[in-house]
């Protein structure tokens, strides 16, 4: 018996698709009333959705034995697990943005970054060397450089729409985004068969889609 | 308002849970007993030095200034502390020591993520065997004390920090190299060990060692895959002998409680040799983990060659339960009978646990065994 915790939302009808492919049953996620467990229809695995935090938090305790949830996520949290497989689904990537005329990797003095992810944009800068100031935003961060609250913003960008339509062009790429597979460090060990089982499943139905 | 709260990652324990906990230290420590080890007791506090010197990390360590101003820390864990006892305190006292312990040790984990900062380690530490024999013997006591795991599934998992550094001497990695890969392989990071390897300027061969190293996990039959990779008979030379030690602990019976990761990296930089990790069902993280580390002691001023374990004994207490199978009675009376009821208590109490309440209602001395 595997649990798995899918992550709700963006990623959610990706990752039901890439079940269905595997031949899985998941008839049940896709016709999804009140309930908050889902039993798979052909083999031994009950999904349930959750958000992407708390997806990592699920497969950390594990409460979860494995979990699809977003690279970013997976960069902004301390969590003990295993990574151990790229899906290569929902893609997209964190950018440095800014106004044009404002490159804070040229600017001299002190440097403020806008970000909804702090982890990823503390390692980015230490990377580059540089030192600056971070400041957390929650919601809507291409208003920030605008107003004037930072130099610049770290952000996920999927198709850019929302930078040109706030006058804002991206200067870095920081990495490349996609949905992984990440398992409980216990569950690796004492449901090994299972889990290396799904895992091939799902290889098997990605090299389908590429052909 | 003032709040009364425990501070982060602590927890107070009650009834049942210290019940269950006392019981399982107990069991390991009559276990550790019969191995031969005798106990030793170390203080909360050490200088951070003590510490510092055996490279644990700075951020996970509790710091406080005594009242001389120097860095005291409450102990990150007792292998540490007991070979610095064992390095200046016993210094030319014969050779084998065995030492067990349990003990609370502290850890600053991160804010709300659930896990605990101080947690109570049950262990043993013996200095002075050689790998060649010390290290079954360690391996059989851990198994040893994981059979109160029986009816449960569970494995202890060995691997040897070795197979991975060796290879990186080997082909004279940089320490950032060593570093990098070492952490996506620890956390099974395949994509971005995968994208690293592939930058990396050595052989296709070895590139192969490093992308197949997380995959070599699993049942015994994992040594012969790990043959295929082994690209320098230094490598092989390490999986004959942990073949060779898998073979022992299959004559002794523990066949089933076995298995083998050779991509397993120490949690600690002072571990030399073997390394081992025990999962159990139902238990998120391991269980029982150690390894062999022969050159601790040298950096407190002996070299003692140095095998040990410490089992998690919240992870345990927290699966494992044991419900009294003590008589209890509820012996009630009315005041004015006070005196005659604690003397047939005190009666009781030889058989039986004795619960006292006062009933103003009666007119006699009722006794109710309790479930």
Not at chain 1, 87 to 102: H, N, Q, T, V
Not at chain 2, 71 to 95: N, Q, Y
Not at chain 2, 133 to 138: A, Q, S, T
Request: proline letters at 2%; charged letters at 25%.
């Amino acid at each position: 018996m595997l649990a798995m915790a899918l992550t709700k939302g963006r990623l959610e009808k990706q990752s039901v698709k890439l079940l269905e492919q595997s031949g899985y049953g998941i008839e049940a996620l896709k016709n999804k009333g009140r309930a908050l467990v889902f039993p798979d229809s052909k083999k031994d695995i009950s999904y349930f959705l959750v958000k992407a935090n708390d997806c990592v938090t699920y497969v950390e305790h594990g409460v979860a034995d494995i979990g699809v949830v977003g690279k970013d996520t997976l960069l902004e949290s301390n969590a003990q697990f295993y990574e151990v497989m790229d899906l290569g689904i929902g893609k997209c990537r964190f950018i440095l943005a800014s106004l044009p005329e404002k490159n804070v990797l040229k600017k001299q003095g002190h440097i403020k970054i806008g970000t909804k992810y702090p982890a990823v944009t503390k390692r980015y800068f230490k990377q580059k060397g540089l030192d600056v100031e971070i400041i957390k935003i929650d919601g809507s961060v291409e208003l920030a450089p605008i107003l004037g609250l930072c130099d610049a913003i770290v952000d996920i960008m999927e198709t850019g729409t929302t930078l040109k339509e706030n006058g804002l062009i991206v200067f870095d790429t920081v990495c490349e985004i996609s949905a992984r597979i990440i398992v409980n460090k216990a569950s690796f060990r004492l449901k090994r068969n299972e889990i290396q089982a799904l895992l091939n499943d799902l290889k098997q139905a990605l090299k389908e889609v590429e052909l | 308002m003032i709040e009364f709260t425990t501070p982060l990652g602590t927890r107070d324990l009650i009834q049942q849970e210290c019940v269950d906990k006392r019981r399982l230290e107990q069991h390991f420590r009559h276990i550790f007993e019969r191995w031969g080890y005798d106990e030793v007791m170390t203080p909360m506090l050490e200088y951070y030095q003590t510490f510092s010197i055996a490279n644990m990390k700075e951020k996970e360590v509790y710091k406080i200034l005594d009242a001389s101003n120097r860095i005291v820390t409450l102990r990150g864990d007792m292998t540490i502390p007991i070979s610095r006892v064992v390095a200046t305190k016993f210094k030319e006292a014969p050779l084998p020591l065995r030492f067990q312990y349990c003990a609370n040790v502290f850890k600053v984990k991160e804010r709300m993520s659930g896990n605990q900062n101080e947690s109570t380690d049950c262990g043993v530490e013996l200095y002075g065997v050689e790998s060649s024999v010390g290290d079954l013997e360690i391996l059989a006591c851990a198994l040893d004390a994981l059979s109160v795991l029986e009816g449960y599934q569970y494995t202890l998992e060995i691997g040897n920090r070795n197979f991975f550094h060796t290879a990186c001497e080997i082909l004279d990695l940089a320490k950032t190299e060593i570093d990098r890969l070492s952490d996506y392989i620890n956390r099974k990071s395949l994509k971005e060990l995968n994208d690293y390897v592939d930058d990396l300027s050595i052989s296709e061969q070895h590139k192969q060692f490093f992308k197949q190293l997380p995959w070599l996990c699993g049942d015994l039959s994992t040594i012969k895959e790990a043959r295929d990779i082994a690209f320098d008979n230094r490598l092989t030379a390490i999986l004959d002998e942990l073949e060779q030690l898998c073979a022992q602990l299959i004559a002794l019976g523990y066949e089933k409680h076995i298995s083998i990761d050779l991509s397993k990296l120490p949690r600690m930089e002072y571990y030399t040799g073997i390394i081992f990790d025990a999962y159990a069902e139902g238990i998120a993280d391991s269980v029982l983990s150690g390894g062999r580390y022969d050159q601790l002691t040298q950096r407190f001023g002996k070299s003692i060659s140095a095998v040990g374990f410490a089992i998690r004994l919240d992870a345990l207490a927290s699966l494992l339960h044991y419900p009294s199978d003590q008589k209890t009675i509820l012996l009630s009376y009315p005041s004015h009978l006070q005196l005659q009821a604690l003397r047939t208590a005190q009666t009781l109490r030889e058989t039986a646990i004795v619960k006292l309440s006062v009933d103003e209602t009666l007119n006699e001395i009722t006794q109710k065994e309790e479930m």
